[in-house]
Nanobody, 121 residues
Framework: QVQLVESGGGLVQPGGSLRLSCAAS????????MGWYRQAPGKQRELVAT???????NYADSVKGRFTVSVDNAKKTAYLQMNSLKPEDTALYYC???????????????WGQGTQVTVSS
């Protein structure tokens, strides 16, 4: 069974930085992509940043130039480095991964439980 476990959230002042981590565990044959989504109270879940196994990255316009997504395939871990944080970045951040669990199965998307990021003075 595949699990994604996020860590690194917390309370930070505007202008500060945080680094989120997401470790994938279980029976994993290959990773197609990993990334991050977020959901603020009263809003829909939205893409923050993703990175594919070919190195292609995709960022929400609101975080470009401030956030950086990376993936360590050997550790099956994704990271989100968040700099110059703003109060509007406050949300529950979810890790997402497109994984293949065996050579004969299709990719499936898995989700973590989320880690809270609060940006406030």
């Amino acid at each position: 069974q595949v699990q994604l476990v996020e860590s690194g959230g917390g309370l930070v002042q505007p202008g500060g930085s945080l680094r989120l981590s997401c470790a994938a565990s279980g029976s994993i044959f290959s990773i197609n992509a990993m990334g991050w989504y977020r959901q603020a109270p009263g809003k829909q879940r939205e893409l923050v940043a993703t990175k594919t196994n070919t190195g292609t990255t995709n960022y929400a316009d609101s975080v470009k130039g401030r956030f950086t997504v990376s993936v360590d395939n050997a550790k099956k871990t994704a990271y989100l480095q968040m700099n110059s944080l703003k109060p509007e970045d406050t949300a529950l951040y979810y890790c997402s991964a497109s994984l293949v669990v065996s050579p004969v199965t299709y990719p499936r998307v898995y989700w973590g439980q989320g880690t809270q990021v609060t940006v406030s003075s």
